[in-house]
């Protein structure tokens, strides 16, 4: 048996899908979860083969969460399914070691045969996405992308600064660099195109 934890943080997508899955006889889910945290606490204890996530998640992002059970060395393998079909959405899920990344209209049987080719050591990628992830590359760096989503919360220089132990003269050189490169007019701007993007 192929087993499943599942985190989705709406009720009704979470039971459907647990429901979807329960039909197939060689998968079977062990959890379900609406929040990240509660998800990477399960997926330590549990230890489930695979762990489908959404990306937009109280406590902790799905893409989060998979960086995190990788950064702990949990065995579980994650597929991130999603509404965003975003191909900066989907560089950053590989990036944070997501196995899968499929969008929520794919139909159940796919769904399944992605969990079991996954769970058998492949991949499993949108493959529209997945052409347009590599010709649509993320110009922004690690620490711009933190400094342009914390201008993006409405947060001053100052204590976005503070937050990451910056100076407020090296935020403000992040912050002009993240716009230069986006082409924006400025930082609300700049985050809005990196969200459109996925990269934010």
């Given at each position: ?72 060395g949990a065995p579980g393998r ?123």
């Amino acid at each position: 048996m192929i087993r499943v934890l599942i985190a989705e943080d709406q009720a009704m997508v979470l039971g459907a899908l647990a429901a979807l899955l329960a039909i197939e006889t060689d998968i079977q889910v062990v959890g379900q979860v609406r929040d990240g945290r509660s998800a990477l606490g399960e997926a330590l204890t549990i230890r489930p083969d695979i762990v489908l996530t959404d990306i937009e998640m109280p406590e902790m992002s799905g893409l989060e969460l998979a960086a995190e059970l990788k950064r702990l060395g949990a065995p579980g393998r994650v597929i991130i399914l999603t509404t965003f079909g975003r191909p900066g959405f989907l560089r950053r899920a590989l990036d944070a070691n997501a196995a899968g990344y499929l969008l929520k209209d794919t139909p159940s049987d796919r769904l399944a045969d992605a969990i079991r080719r996954v769970h058998a050591g492949g991949r499993a990628i949108d493959p529209e996405l997945a052409a347009d992830a590599w010709t649509d590359a993320d110009p922004l760096t690690d620490r711009e992308r933190q400094v342009l989503r914390l201008a993006a919360d409405g947060q001053s220089g100052p204590s976005i600064a503070a937050a990451l132990h910056l100076s407020e003269g090296t935020v403000r050189n992040y912050l002009s660099e993240a716009i230069s490169k986006l082409g924006a007019e400025n930082r609300v701007d700049a985050a809005r195109l990196a969200r459109i993007k996925g990269w934010l």
